[in-house]
């Protein structure tokens, strides 16, 4: 099984959102359905970066780090701003 972090961005809004999972697509599906209640506002969201691991705990270590980037430099070199 492969485990996925990845950063996606609002169509409505033009800000982004940080996550991982083990099914990319799906959970693309059900950010836009609405599901999440933290990305539900900014629907409809795209795929903007992802990275692919091997277990569930690479893929959330990846997402803290990536998330620990804040909008930074390092941020904006992995969506190429």
Do not use: C
Not at 19 to 44: F, W
Not at 57 to 78: C, D, N, V, W
């Amino acid at each position: 099984m492969r485990f996925y972090a990845y950063i996606l961005k609002s169509q409505k809004h033009g800000r982004y959102y940080v996550g991982s999972t083990n099914d990319l697509q799906d959970r693309l599906k059900r950010h836009n359905a609405g599901y999440n209640k933290s990305t539900k506002d900014g629907v409809p969201w795209e795929l903007v970066y992802s990275e692919t691991f091997l277990t569930k705990q690479e893929a959330y270590k990846r997402e803290l780090k990536i998330k620990s980037y804040k909008g930074g430099e390092a941020f904006k070199r992995l969506i190429n701003l």
